[in-house]
């Protein structure tokens, strides 16, 4: 018994997690377990295999994304079967686990193309935003192709540094950009009466960006939206 107690103490312990670093080589599985064991304060994604931890948010971006998340709830309000989505982790592929600044997407009970898991979204959201500052080289383009490769239909980018919102669609052929239409406002092929003034996102200017979307949700395009996602909803039979 003596022995067998000594040998108990002098079993070496589990290994720990080893923590995440800025610069990691990862797959999405390694990413994960690393991610969950560290800090609740630490922000991580991985984007093409690689982890970024991003710095400190600035005023500027807050400012921008509080914005986004409240055009995009006033949406989820207003069209029963789509999700609003604030920084939520999003697992994409074998090497792509973003933590995009905000999604919206059809409910997976509606027909939309993501699943839930241990309760984090998997799969491509149909929408995605990010606001981009000190993010802008990779917002712009690694995490341009991992959401592109993943299936992300529509990818808005609020690039602070340049006073511009870019807004991408893909056709079929990958994410591609496309202006405003004729009424300086951006319309959402995917989400339909989701309308945004991009002038007033930049200027932080709510009364305006609250006007461009009811004008959106006022739409016939919307209320047919609303009618096909309450469809698909029922039960069969």
């Given amino acids: 018994m003596a022995v067998l107690a000594e040998r108990l103490v002098e079993a070496p312990a589990p290994a720990a997690v080893p923590p995440l670093e800025n610069g990691d080589h990862l797959d999405q599985p390694t990413f994960h377990e690393r991610y969950e064991a560290m ?16 710095s400190p948010v600035r005023r500027k971006h807050g400012r921008h994304s509080g914005k986004i998340s409240v055009w995009l709830d006033a949406y989820e309000a207003e069209t029963p079967g789509v999700e609003a989505y604030d920084n939520a ?7 792509s686990e973003p933590q995009p600044d905000a999604a919206l997407l059809i409910s997976p009970e509606c027909g939309g193309q993501t699943a839930v898991e241990n309760d984090y979204i ?4 149909e929408l995605v935003v990010e606001v981009a500052s000190a993010t802008e080289s990779y917002d712009l383009h690694v995490k341009l192709r991992d959401y592109e490769r993943a299936g992300v239909r529509e990818y808005v980018v609020v690039v602070l540094r340049q006073q511009r919102v870019l807004w991408f669609v893909n056709h079929g052929a990958g994410l591609e950009e496309v202006e405003v239409g004729p009424d300086q406002i951006h319309h959402s092929e995917s989400f339909p009466g989701l309308w945004l003034d991009p002038a007033a996102l930049l200027r932080l200017d709510s009364k305006a960006l609250r006007a461009a979307l009811e004008q959106g949700l006022a739409t ?3 209320r047919e939206f609303v009618e096909r996602l309450a469809a698909a909803r029922a039960p069969s039979g």
């Fill in 220 to 222: 016939a395009e919307h």
């Fill in 39 to 54: 800090p609740p304060d630490i922000a991580a994604e991985l984007v093409g295999g690689i982890v970024y931890m991003p």
């Fill in 89 to 95: 982790t999003t697992i994409l592929g074998e090497d």
């Fill in 122 to 125: 998997v799969g491509a959201p």
